[in-house]
C-alpha cells in the first residue's frame, strides 16, 4: 500500500491509502472527537462532531474527520477557532436532547458548551445510528431503525421483528452514548408479548400489547 | 412501426412525416401543460373538436394539445396556425367564435388577445406580446410546436438529428469535447460543469456506469423541469442517449417526482416510442450502440434532488445523501460511475449537439453559457416559465418580461434558488442572472425558482417559511442539518410572534455558521434564506425584536386592525362579513373592532370600500382605545 504525507495539526503524518483523517491522526496520537463513529461500522458521518478544516489546493473546507480519505500534501487542522465553535454549537445542540449524557457533557466541558443554552427536549436520542447501525450491519437483523426524517425523525424498533430478535441479544445497548435507557426503554415496549407470552390479538401498529392499561 | 436501423432510415422516416404535413393547413394548438390542463385546457380540447366536427372541419383542421409555452398566468393559451394567433384565457364557450370567426372567416377575436397593460395595445402573434418578445426561448420554444405524445411531431421538427449525428459523425471524444466546449453548467443548482462529471466517469476503469435525469424538482414554486418533461419529452431523452454514448453508459434512469403524473406518463410513451422505432435499446440507428432507460418514481422528499440521497433511493434505499469525498461520477449507484444532470441540462445537451457549442455560446456570459429557465412567481404580473440568456439582469426579467408588480405594490425582494437560496433586495436588482454573480450576492442559481415579493412581504416570515419548509425536508441524518434548522426554526417563530429577544439575530448567525458543518449541499445552504434577509433587511428583524413591530404589517401576532372612526361610513360591509362576530356597529353607528375578539384575518381591512379606507393595520404601537358608547351615533 502507498505512503501518504499529509500534515495534521502541523505535524507531518505518513499514513496509508484508504485512511481516513481519524486514523491518521490517531497514529500521531492526535484524538478527534466522534460520537457516531463505530470501528466495526460502516463510516456514517451523521453527528459532524469530528468535523475538521482541511486546505484542498488552496481551499479550506469543513469536513467530517471519520469519512474523509487521506490525501497527498493535504493540510488539516483537528481545533481552530471556526472548528471548536462548531463542535460547542453542535455539543449544545445534542445536549437540548440528552442533557445528562456523560460523553457529551466530557466533551461540552472541552468545548465549553453549555448543556442549558437551547429548550429541553429530551428525547434523549441524538441520531448517532449506532444501534440501528449495528443491528444491521452486524447483526443483520434491523430490528430497530429510523422513522419519518428532518426533526421528526427518531429511531424505533420494529415490533414483528424486535419481539423475535432483541431477547436475547440487547447488543445495542451498551453502544448507546447518551443512556441505554432510551434504547431499553423503547425496546422493552416492543418486546410484548414475550416469546412464550399469548399471542396478542391486537393488530394496531402502536407496541400496547393488545391488553388494554398496558400502554401509556 | 418501422425500425430505425440506419440514419439514412431515419432521414427518409422524417422526409415521410414531413411531407405529410401540409403547412397551410390550419391547425388549433392548445396548451395541454399541468397549468393550463389545471384552468381546462382539456375542456377546451375537447370543445374544438366536437365544434370542428359539427362544422365538418375535421379533416380540414388539426388540433393538438402541445407542451407549456410558459404564459401560464393567462391560460389555457390556444395557437392558431398557420397565422400564429394566440388567444389567451380561452374557455369552452369561446370556441364556437373562435371556429366561425378565425378559421372559417378568418378574423379575430378580439377579446381573447393580449392587451398590453401600459399602452392598451392589442397582440395578436405570440412573438408581439412583451412576456414572450423579451425572451430567449431555444429550448422552452420546441415545446409549442409540437404534441407531447407524438414522436412524429419531435421527428419533424428535427428530433433524434443530434442522436444520429453523435452515434456516426462523432466520437465519444468528440461528443465530449464539444460540450467541454460548450462550457454547459448544470442547471439543477450547482452549477457544476457538465463535462467534468462525464469526463470523470468515462475515465473510472469500471466498465458498468450510469447516466441519470434528475427530475425531482422540489423547489416550492418551480416547474420549469415539469414542463420540459411534459411537453418534449424525446429532448431529454436524446440528450441523455448522447451522454450515455460519450460517457460509455449503457443503462440510465429518470428520476421523476411522483407527483408529477403527466411526466411520468408522457417520459414512459416517449421510451416506448424510441424503443420502437430503434432509438433505444440495441444497436441504436443501426450504429451498434446499446442503450436502455428506466424511469424510477420518486416518494416525495425534496433531499432526494440531491445527488447522492437520489442514488441511494435509486437504490431503493431511504433517500439519504452520502458523503461524497469520491465523487458520484466515480463511485454512484451500485458504487459505479453515474451522470447525474438534471432535465434543463439534458435538454441542452440535445441543442448543442445538433447546433454547435458556438452556436451555444453565443447566449450568455463567459462564466455561465446558453439560456436559463426560471419560473417566475409570486408577486409578479406575468407568472410563468421564463427563458433568458444567462447574463440578463434581474431587473429585466422582472420588469420587462414579468411585467412588473401587479396593484402598484412596491417591489421588495426576488428569492432566487429555491429553500437552498436567498433574498436579493431591490438594490441588487441590475445584478446579472449568472452562477457565479448569483452566489457573490448570497444567494444562488439553484434550479431556477424566482419568487418575487412586493412591499406587503415581510422578510423575517419569508425565512420563517423556507426554514419550516426545510425542517421537514432534511432528511435528519447529520446534526448540523437537523439540528439547526430545528433551532433557527425557534428563533425565527419567536421573532414573528413577537418574542424575539436582543441577541436573536447573533444566534441566528451562529447557528447558520455551524450549519456549515452539514453532510450535503442541502444543508450547509439551508441557513441561506436566513443569512440573505438579514444581510439585506436586517433592521426588519431589530424592529421585530425591539418595538414589537413588523414593517410590513404581515406578522400576524404583531399586527391589529383598527377602524378610524372619522373615516368609517357605517356602511355595514365589514361588520357583515367579519367570519369572528368581532365588529360592533350598526346602521348609523361607528364600528368598532374588539381586540379581543379579533382573529386578525384581515377580512375587514380587504373589504372596506377604498373609498372610504376606514379600516387600517398597526404595528408596534398601541392600538387607539375604542372611542365611547355614546359617541358612536353618526349625525
Known amino acids: ?216 | 412501426m418501422t425500425m430505425l436501423s440506419s440514419p439514412e432510415k431515419l432521414e427518409c422516416a422524417r422526409k415521410d412525416i414531413v411531407s405529410r404535413i401540409d403547412p397551410t393547413k390550419p391547425c388549433i394548438s392548445v396548451c395541454a401543460g399541468a397549468g393550463c390542463l389545471a384552468s381546462g385546457a382539456a375542456e377546451v380540447i375537447a370543445a374544438f373538436k366536437t365544434e370542428l366536427e359539427f362544422h365538418g372541419l375535421t379533416t380540414e383542421v388539426n388540433t393538438k394539445g402541445t407542451g407549456c409555452p410558459g404564459f401560464c398566468e393567462r391560460g389555457p393559451i390556444v395557437m392558431i396556425y398557420p397565422e400564429e394567433i394566440c388567444y389567451l384565457r380561452v374557455k369552452p364557450e369561446d370556441v364556437a367564435e373562435i371556429v366561425s370567426h378565425t378559421i372559417k372567416e378568418k378574423k379575430l377575436v378580439d377579446r381573447l388577445l393580449y392587451v398590453d397593460p401600459a399602452t392598451g395595445e392589442k397582440a395578436t402573434r405570440e412573438s408581439d406580446i412583451p412576456f414572450y418578445k423579451n425572451q430567449q426561448r431555444n429550448i422552452l420554444s420546441e415545446n409549442l410546436r409540437i404534441d407531447s405524445k407524438s414522436i412524429d411531431d419531435y421527428l419533424a421538427i428535427g428530433g433524434y438529428s443530434a442522436l444520429s449525428k453523435a452515434l456516426f459523425q462523432m466520437s465519444p471524444e468528440e461528443v465530449m469535447g464539444e460540450v467541454k466546449k460548450s462550457n454547459l453548467r448544470g442547471r439543477g443548482g450547482g452549477g457544476f460543469p457538465a463535462w467534468r462529471k462525464w469526463e470523470e466517469s468515462r475515465n473510472a476503469p469500471d466498465p458498468i456506469k450510469y447516466v441519470i435525469v434528475n427530475a425531482d424538482e422540489g423547489d416550492p414554486g418551480a416547474f420549469m423541469d415539469r414542463a420540459l418533461i411534459e411537453g418534449n419529452p424525446h429532448s431529454i431523452l436524446e440528450g441523455l442517449i448522447i451522454g450515455a454514448y460519450a460517457v460509455g453508459a449503457h443503462e440510465g434512469f429518470i428520476y421523476v417526482r411522483q407527483e408529477y403524473p403527466l411526466a411520468v406518463i408522457n417520459i414512459n410513451l416517449a421510451i416506448r416510442q424510441a424503443g420502437e422505432r430503434g432509438l433505444l435499446g440495441k444497436n441504436i440507428l443501426g450504429s451498434g450502440f446499446d442503450f436502455t432507460v428506466k424511469v424510477h418514481m420518486g416518494a416525495g422528499a425534496f433531499v432526494c434532488g440531491e445527488s447522492s440521497a437520489l442514488m441511494t433511493a435509486l437504490e431503493g434505499r431511504a433517500g439519504e445523501p452520502r458523503p461524497k469525498y469520491i465523487h458520484t461520477a466515480v463511485k454512484g449507484v451500485w458504487d459505479h460511475p453515474s451522470v447525474l444532470n438534471n432535465v434543463e441540462t439534458w435538454a441542452n445537451v440535445t441543442q448543442i449537439i445538433s447546433k454547435g457549442a458556438d452556436w451555444f455560446t453565443q447566449f450568455g456570459t463567459k462564466g455561465s453559457t446558453g439560456t436559463k429557465i426560471f419560473s417566475l412567481v409570486g408577486k409578479i404580473t406575468n407568472t410563468g416559465l421564463v427563458e433568458v440568456p444567462m447574463g440578463v439582469t434581474l431587473r429585466d426579467i422582472i420588469e420587462k418580461v414579468g411585467g412588473g408588480i401587479p396593484g402598484g405594490k412596491q417591489f421588495k425582494a426576488v428569492q432566487t434558488g429555491g429553500p437552498s437560496g436567498g433574498c436579493i433586495p431591490e438594490a441588487q436588482l441590475d445584478l446579472p442572472v449568472d452562477f457565479d454573480e448569483l452566489t457573490k450576492a448570497g444567494s444562488m442559481m439553484g434550479s431556477g425558482g424566482m419568487i418575487v415579493m412586493d412591499e406587503d412581504t415581510c422578510m423575517v416570515d419569508i425565512a420563517r417559511y423556507f426554514l419550516d419548509f426545510l425542517k421537514d425536508e432534511s432528511c435528519g441524518k447529520c446534526t448540523p442539518c437537523r439540528e439547526g434548522i430545528r433551532q433557527m426554526l425557534k428563533v425565527l417563530t419567536n421573532i414573528t410572534t413577537g418574542k424575539g429577544k436582543e441577541g436573536d439575530v447573533e444566534l441566528l448567525e451562529e447557528l447558520a455558521e455551524s450549519t456549515g458543518a452539514a453532510l450535503c449541499a442541502l444543508g450547509k445552504s439551508a441557513p441561506n434564506p436566513v443569512l440573505s434577509t438579514i444581510r439585506y433587511f436586517r433592521e426588519e428583524y431589530e424592529a421585530h425584536i425591539r418595538q414589537k413591530k413588523c414593517p410590513a404589517l404581515s406578522c400576524k401576532e404583531l399586527i391589529a386592525f383598527h377602524i378610524d372612526p372619522d373615516k368609517c361610513k357605517a356602511c355595514g360591509t365589514c361588520f357583515r362579513q367579519c367570519p369572528a362576530e368581532a365588529i360592533d356597529g350598526g346602521k348609523k353607528r361607528i364600528h368598532v373592532i374588539d381586540q379581543e375578539k379579533c382573529t386578525k384575518c384581515g377580512t375587514c381591512f380587504d373589504v372596506c370600500p377604498p373609498r372610504f379606507g376606514a379600516v387600517r393595520k398597526i404595528s408596534g404601537e398601541p392600538v387607539p382605545a375604542p372611542i365611547p358608547e355614546e359617541q358612536r351615533a353618526m349625525a
Open chain 1, 1 to 216: 500500500m502507498s505512503e501518504i504525507h499529509l500534515q495534521i495539526d502541523g505535524k507531518e503524518v505518513v499514513a496509508s491509502e484508504g485512511m481516513t483523517i481519524l486514523d491518521a491522526a490517531k497514529t500521531v496520537g492526535i484524538a478527534i472527537p466522534t460520537l457516531c463513529h463505530h470501528e466495526k461500522l460502516e463510516p456514517y458521518g451523521g453527528c459532524r462532531i469530528c468535523t475538521v478544516e482541511v486546505e484542498v489546493r488552496g481551499w479550506p473546507k469543513l469536513v467530517a474527520g471519520c469519512i474523509y480519505p487521506v490525501e497527498k500534501d493535504l493540510v488539516v487542522r483537528t481545533r481552530s477557532e471556526k472548528v471548536d465553535k462548531i463542535r460547542k454549537v453542535l455539543l449544545e445542540e445534542m445536549l437540548a436532547h440528552a442533557p445528562d449524557a456523560e460523553e457529551l457533557q466530557a466533551l461540552a466541558k472541552e468545548y465549553g458548551a453549555d448543556r442549558d443554552r437551547f429548550e429541553k427536549e429530551p428525547s434523549f436520542c441524538i441520531h448517532c445510528g449506532l444501534c440501528v447501525r449495528y443491528c444491521a450491519e452486524i447483526k443483520k437483523k434491523h430490528a430497530v431503525g429510523f422513522v419519518d426524517r428532518g426533526s421528526n425523525r427518531e429511531i424505533s424498533f420494529i415490533p414483528e421483528i424486535a419481539s423475535k430478535e432483541c431477547w436475547d441479544c440487547k447488543e445495542c445497548f451498551p453502544l448507546c452514548p447518551t443512556s441505554a435507557l432510551q434504547a431499553a426503554y423503547v425496546l422493552a415496549e416492543s418486546l410484548i408479548p414475550q416469546p412464550d407470552a399469548e399471542v396478542s390479538s391486537c393488530s394496531c401498529s402502536c407496541s400496547c400489547s393488545g391488553k388494554s392499561g398496558t400502554g401509556e
